[in-house]
């Protein structure tokens, strides 16, 4: 193997005195990892992952302004990870963020939308989305290249952000708490290309 490690290789006998030698693979974890068969991977189905999502964000803002109240609550946001196996719920707020603006008057927009700098991440809306994080973990699980794992991620902040830009056009955040809020969708590891990021702020905050 290419680490010194011991190849893996078929030996046939092909007549007296000759034998042919097949590398199979360059080491026995290569090996046994082709021998794993995963599950053929089925379309993802979107759209009834979309009506999760709008239930699921319905009540995990009603359970963040009914907590910290509503005044106060300036954005919302749903964030998943790099791999799009997990979806959670953010929520800033104005005293938190003048704090950040305070500290840091050059990065406005860095933490007006950035998710992992808000006052609340994952705040109890685990259990909320977690039938949605099983149904993506499990799907993640089965995609084999990096290729399909970044479409698969797209497609789900894409999904998102049409679900909350529904929900915005309903006039729901702003019934529920009186004002209007600031909406993201973000990745929770800092993975997203800024023109991913400019093209989510566009739709969902015009």
């Not at 050059?106 to 950035?114: M, Q, V």
């Not at 994080?133 to 797209?154: K, P």
């Not at 679900?163 to 955040?173: I, R, S």
Request: one cysteine or more; a negative charge; aromatic letters at 10%.
């Amino acid at each position: 193997g290419v680490d010194g490690e011991p190849q893996i290789s078929l030996v046939e006998n092909t007549g007296p005195g000759k034998m042919e030698v097949t590398v199979i693979a360059e080491n026995f974890e290569e090996f046994v990892k082709s021998l794993i068969k995963k599950p053929k991977e089925k379309p993802f189905d979107f759209k009834k992952l979309k009506e999760m999502i709008l239930n699921a964000a319905q009540q995990a803002f009603v359970d963040i302004i009914d907590k910290y109240g509503k005044k106060n609550i300036n954005a919302f946001a749903l964030y998943t990870d790099s791999r799009g196996s997990m979806l959670s719920a953010a929520a800033n707020t104005l005293d938190h963020l003048k704090k950040c603006f305070d500290e840091f008057p050059d990065e406005e927009a860095f933490y007006t939308y950035s998710t992992t700098e808000w006052a609340y991440e994952g705040e109890d809306a685990q259990d909320l989305f977690e039938p949605i994080s099983a149904q993506l973990s499990y799907h993640a699980s089965l995609l084999i290249s990096n290729a399909r794992i970044n479409i698969f991620r797209n497609k789900l902040l894409d999904t998102c952000t049409a679900g909350l830009a529904d929900l915005k056009q309903q006039g729901y955040f702003k019934e529920k708490c009186g004002h209007d809020v600031i909406l993201m969708v973000n990745i929770s590891d800092g993975e997203m290309t800024k023109a991913k990021q400019q093209e989510i702020i566009n739709v969902l905050n015009p």
